[in-house]
């Protein structure tokens, strides 16, 4: 094949360019700034997705835990998902200390999931980690799986008293929102 | 382009050459699917089902509009605003449940169309093209699909919207900020419900599109036809009217006679009753499964179970249910064999049919309730469908000794053999 410039005929007077010409010049700052237009314009256009100002608005939740007995757990909503709130008994307490942590697919302890002094208080969303079902175990009379926390019904994870992930396909422990307590009987989640 | 023997548009009437000589129109549709468009004599009724899967796409198209002014895409009435379809306005139930079934007889159509490409090596060259295209209508279909099966928002839907969309968060580091940004909230809810409604009446006309794109890729270098072997003369062909018209309204007669038995008689054995529950964002139903069309790749999502290399085991199913499609996009060049049908590939042909087992499987292992046996059979039947396409078909290419090909298609025809179909092939080998 021969290039553009091999085909033009011998004997003719090839004039040649200043080298970048002008109308190259102005051809590429148009279309770079028409780019960058776009680009500007995009921006709107990608963002109109990211959650609107009334979905984000829920995303903090007030909670009164004070009613829950040790033992107890409720079902909360926060940013329209599930979010299990549960009041350990010691003996649960117990049984979440005395897992030896390097065991767990997802390595923490009980104190690395609930607040300073606040062992008893699991907060996490009811949401299970493999592919988003709600676990078991909140509800009066419901399967706690054979680690005594959580069951998800879907796929079979099971979930211990801290709400870590023992067996089962999902490959991390319950999400633990942020969250505050903003007084002793009440939490701020979000 | 066309073959130089092809019939020429000739206007008759002195109105249409007026048009023809402004706009071309009828001459184009005269050369697409006219007298004007040469097709292999010898074409069998699995060349019915592209214009199968067209039809089914205009009465998605149809359907679904007549749908849309009925329906209201807001979380809170959604569920209720299909209940009014089905029960308050004039033949709602009809059309909504001809628009349910139709998705189904849509992506049944299609599934035997891709078959009848994979045995006639329909995706060789020259007709890559024509295969890109068609793995992308697959894509399209597959969103489509799934969004509209969102629509109804009952419990299904609901779950189904959350699991799908969990296989983004799947992806490292910024895979939940993507799922935020695609649902518009933290889990499926009216942001989602809109945006996948706006969607989903959008992807059928970009479907439409990529159709026609199909259509003209397909029409350069012409239909492929059941010996595979290329078109030489005039005589291999007949023109696509009134021959393959005729043909195809047979079986276009047929599909509308088991599409109205699904619609008349069983229009909801294809679907699931847990999605005639309205959603409920704190309760998931016990068994979550995706519709039939979508149960093999499912199973390929569900077969990885533990992690493996470094990779978590749910961005490794996620990768694979993916990876199962694009994998389509290869399949031109990692079948090297220059014989196209495998009515001529003694060994491909097993493998095809094996292939075809094993995606039946994962269809069944999909549905199924994954206990340790149904796991392990999905983790064997994913291996196998991978190995069919990156090992098992380059190898074959290699070592297959193909019988003997027709000199023509017209030779093939006068010996009656024309236009085998795979059933008698199997029929005749035994």
């Known amino acids: 094949m021969a290039t553009l410039d091999e085909a033009v005929p011998p004997?003719?007077?090839?004039?040649?360019?200043?080298?970048?010409?002008?109308?190259?010049?102005?051809?590429?700052g148009a279309v770079a700034w028409a780019g960058v237009g776009a680009g500007v314009i995009a921006l709107p256009l990608i963002n109109q997705m990211s959650p609107s100002a009334d979905?984000?608005?829920?995303?903090t939740t007030e909670l009164d835990v004070s009613a829950i007995q040790p033992g107890q757990s409720i079902k909360a909503t926060f940013r329209k998902q599930p979010l299990f709130v549960r009041n350990l008994t010691p003996k649960e307490i117990a049984e979440a200390d005395a897992t030896p942590v390097s065991d767990l697919r997802d390595p923490?302890?009980?104190e690395d999931r609930t607040k300073p002094d606040k062992k008893n208080w699991l907060v996490t969303l009811g949401v299970c980690t493999h592919l988003g079902c709600v676990p078991l175990g909140a509800g009066e009379g419901e399967n706690k799986g054979p680690f005594g926390g959580y069951f998800c019904p879907c796929h079979g994870s099971a979930y211990d008293t801290a709400g870590r992930i023992r067996s089962g396909p999902a490959p991390t422990n319950l999400t633990v929102p942020e969250y505050e307590f903003i007084s002793d009987t009440t939490i701020r989640v979000g | 382009m066309s073959f130089p023997w092809a019939k020429q548009y000739e206007p008759k009437?002195?109105?249409?050459?007026?048009?023809?000589?402004r706009l071309p129109l009828p001459r184009f549709v005269y050369n697409a699917v006219g007298a004007g468009y040469p097709v292999p004599r010898n074409l069998n009724y699995f060349w019915n089902f592209g214009v199968l899967a067209g039809m089914f796409l205009a009465l998605q198209i149809v359907t679904g509009i007549v749908l849309a002014m009925h329906y209201a895409a807001n979380a809170g009435i959604a569920f209720d605003s299909v209940e009014h379809i089905m029960r308050d306005v004039?033949?709602?139930?009809?059309?909504?449940?001809a628009h349910a079934n139709g998705a189904s007889m849509f992506l049944l159509v299609v599934y035997i169309h891709i078959a009848r490409g994979l045995w006639y090596g329909s995706y060789k060259a020259p007709r890559e093209m024509v295969w890109l295209l068609g793995v992308v209508i697959f894509l399209l279909m597959m969103a489509t699909a799934f969004m509209g099966y969102?629509?109804?928002?009952?419990?299904?839907?609901?779950?189904g919207a959350q699991v799908i969309t969990g296989f983004f968060s799947a992806i490292p580091g910024v895979g939940e900020t993507i799922r935020v940004w695609l649902l518009g909230g933290f889990a499926p809810d009216n942001s989602a419900l809109n945006r996948f409604f706006s969607l989903h009446y959008l992807l059928p006309f970009v479907i439409l599109g990529v159709v026609i794109l199909h259509i003209w890729a397909l029409h350069i270098p012409g239909s492929n036809n059941p010996t595979g072997v290329e078109v030489k003369s005039e005589q291999d062909t007949v023109p696509f009217h009134p021959y393959y018209t005729a043909k195809d309204g047979v079986g276009v007669g047929v599909a509308l006679l088991i599409f109205a038995a699904l619609i008349f008689y069983a229009p909801n054995l294809l679907g699931h009753p847990d999605n005639y529950i309205?959603?409920?964002p704190l309760s998931t139903p016990a068994h979550i499964v995706p519709e039939w069309y979508f149960l093999p790749f499912y199973a390929i999502l569900k077969a990885f179970t533990f992690d493996f290399l470094w990779i978590p085991a749910k961005l490794w199913g996620v990768l694979a249910m993916f990876g199962s499609i694009l994998l389509l996009f290869f399949l031109p060049w990692l079948d090297t064999s220059p014989v196209r049908s495998a009515?001529?590939?003694?060994?491909?042909?097993?493998?095809l049919w094996i292939l075809l087992v094993d995606v039946l499987v994962l269809g069944y292992i999909g549905g199924a309730a994954p206990t340790p046996a149904v796991i392990l059979i999905g983790q064997i039947a994913t291996i196998y469908y991978f190995a069919h396409f990156l090992l098992i078909l380059p190898i074959v290419s290699m070592m297959e000794r193909p019988r003997p090909l027709p000199n023509s298609i017209t030779e093939a025809v006068l010996a009656g053999k024309g236009g085998t179909s795979p059933a008698q092939t199997a029929l005749a080998t035994e």
């Not at chain 1, 200043?18 to 010049?25: F, L, Q, S």
């Not at chain 2, 009437?13 to 000589?21: A, G, N, R």
């Open chain 2, 278 to 280: 309205p959603a409920n």
């Open chain 2, 150 to 159: 969102v629509l109804p928002w009952g419990q299904m839907s609901f779950w």
């Open chain 1, 11 to 28: 004997g003719e007077v090839q004039d040649a360019p200043a080298d970048p010409r002008r109308r190259d010049y102005l051809a590429i």
């Open chain 2, 90 to 97: 004039n033949a709602g139930w009809f059309i909504r449940y």
């Open chain 2, 343 to 351: 009515n001529y590939r003694p060994t491909y042909r097993i493998f």
């Open chain 2, 13 to 21: 009437h002195p109105l249409m050459k007026w048009v023809d000589d």
């Open chain 1, 55 to 59: 979905v984000l608005a829920l995303s």
């Open chain 1, 108 to 110: 923490q302890t009980l």
